[in-house]
Nanobody, 122 residues
Framework: VQLQASGGGLVQAGGSLRLSCAAS????????MAWFRQAPGKEREFVAL????????YYADSVKGRFTVSRDNAKNTVYLQMNSLKPEDTAVYYC????????????????WGQGTQVTVSS
């Protein structure tokens, strides 16, 4: 599986962005998909995930109620709608795919996109 993230950019606090992650490979629909982020000087952290059937989603407490993860298996694409953005959301956002069970554990994600920069100004 190859992943290509896009949609990042510069936005003012309170604004919105929608990230997309396009995947290649016929097995996309079988994978749990997740978004992680890494801010400057910090470790990469989990943001959100969605199960293969889109029946389950899970969010980090820091984004709960503001971010929404979704997927379109027909288009091999997963999305992250980010609303009410805060300066602390500034980071490089990565999409990832896991063939294993629904998990927030980074090491269980075998495939990673290249990352897209999100910058939120105050």
């Amino acid at each position: 599986v190859q992943l290509q993230a896009s949609g990042g950019g510069l936005v003012q606090a309170g604004g919105s962005l929608r990230l997309s992650c396009a995947a290649s490979g016929r097995a996309f629909s079988r994978y749990t998909m997740a978004w992680f982020r890494q801010a400057p000087g910090k470790e990469r952290e989990f943001v959100a995930l969605i199960s293969w059937s889109a029946g389950s989603t899970y969010y980090a407490d820091s984004v709960k109620g503001r971010f929404t993860v979704s997927r379109d298996n027909a288009k091999n694409t997963v999305y992250l709608q980010m609303n009410s953005l805060k300066p602390e959301d500034t980071a490089v956002y990565y999409c990832a795919a896991s063939p294993e069970a629904i998990t927030t554990t980074e090491r269980q994600y075998a495939y990673w996109g290249q990352g897209t920069q999100v910058t939120v100004s105050s």
